[in-house]
């Protein structure tokens, strides 16, 4: 969800800010000033955050999930507020040049979040590609080598039930603002939904781990982690995924926008344009965004007119598009080839 994709950004964003900041030479009051304040950030964002932190390095929170509830999404936004104030204190002039893009950057950051406050778009939590329904693929990004790693995400695993229903209350809220997703994305999540086995915990993403683990466990120990863990499933994961299937199928599906298009939702317009922003990180509005891509199709279709013409091509540019689908010359007929061609390019 945007929730998700803003919160790695961010982090990201600190991951860049602390080797710049590392960097510099510079010891002036506003130096230290600003190293603290990202310093402070970064513990913040990894202990409101434990996922993302257990994805890098820091395990401290191996066993939490984010708070989600309406409560948490507010501090969130009055603790950012606090932090913009903290950081408009330092006087950006005596910072080093690495440092003030490191300010700069953060300050863009911050800002974006708390413009994006107005809108609620954070009440959105799910769609085909990413929400609650597909964070079983956490478990790709996690390490799994000690006992210690395994029984943490056991833990996680019992902890998920508060954190499915922080997720269906904030998309409950949503419904009474109208910020909601299109009737047919919430038809596909619900297909999703519909297609997970709710019986065999082992054929959920979150038993992956335990498919494979180290040799180095022994039998008995084996034995202990796997069954905690189908029965962590069976109790905790499978009844709160059964709840989300029954809020989607019964009170979100028909709270969605009947068509594609987020002009129908609260605020639509200014909801777009927001995100117009924000996803381009630039100040371009969607009209601008529009006429650009119009621009650049017609670069582009110009480009692949001279392609044809340069190939000596002589049909229309639906032909030729045919020509370089099927055309067997243009493919590697063999793994060798493939290999080869990879090497010329």
């Given amino acids: 969800s945007a929730n998700f994709s803003t919160m790695y950004k961010l982090l990201c964003t600190l991951i860049l800010m602390t080797l710049s900041a590392s960097l510099t030479a510079a010891d002036t009051g506003s130096t230290r000033a600003l190293h603290s304040l990202f310093d402070r950030e970064?513990?913040?964002?990894?202990?409101?955050?434990?996922?993302?932190?257990?994805?890098?390095?820091d395990r401290r929170w191996n066993d939490q999930w984010p708070d989600d509830s309406p409560a948490a999404k507010q501090q969130e936004f009055r603790h950012a507020k606090q932090v913009l104030n903290d950081l408009h204190a330092i006087t950006r002039a005596q910072l080093s040049p690495e440092d003030q893009v490191s300010y700069d950057v953060f300050e863009f950051n911050t800002s974006d979040f708390l413009a994006g406050e107005p809108y609620k778009w954070y009440l959105v939590r799910t769609n085909t590609f990413s929400g609650i329904q597909t964070v079983e693929g956490t478990v790709h990004s996690l390490r799994f080598e000690?006992?210690?790693?395994?029984?943490?995400?056991?833990?996680?695993?019992?902890?998920?039930?508060?954190?499915?229903?922080?997720?269906?209350?904030?998309?409950?809220?949503?419904i009474k603002l109208h910020v909601v997703i299109a009737k047919v994305i919430a038809e596909k999540v619900l297909t999703q939904l519909d297609r997970m086995d709710y019986q065999d915990p082992t054929r959920h993403g979150f038993y992956t781990p335990f498919k494979n683990m180290p040799a180095a466990f022994s039998d008995q120990e084996k034995q202990r982690l796997t069954s905690a863990a189908q029965q962590a499933i069976r109790a905790d994961v499978l009844p709160a995924f059964q709840r989300f299937r029954a809020f989607m199928r019964n009170q979100y599906l028909p709270a969605s926008i009947p068509e594609a298009g987020i002009w129908q939702a609260r605020d639509g317009d200014a909801t777009y344009a927001y995100l117009v922003r924000h996803?381009?990180?630039?100040?371009?509005?969607?009209?601008?965004?529009?006429?650009?891509?119009?621009?650049e199709v017609e670069r582009i279709g110009a480009e692949m007119e001279r392609a044809k013409a340069e190939s000596g091509f002589s049909g229309s540019m639906q032909d030729f598009f045919n020509f370089l689908r099927t055309d067997r010359r243009l493919y590697a007929a063999s793994g060798d080839d493939r290999l080869e061609y990879t090497r010329a390019r």
Avoid at 286 to 292: A, F, I
């Fill in 42 to 57: 970064w513990e913040y964002e990894m202990s409101h955050n434990p996922v993302a932190a257990s994805s890098l390095g």
């Fill in 279 to 295: 996803m381009t990180t630039s100040n371009m509005t969607p009209e601008q965004v529009h006429e650009t891509g119009l621009k």
């Fill in 146 to 174: 000690t006992v210690k790693d395994y029984d943490d995400w056991i833990g996680r695993l019992h902890n998920f039930p508060r954190y499915m229903d922080q997720n269906i209350e904030l998309m409950g809220e949503g």
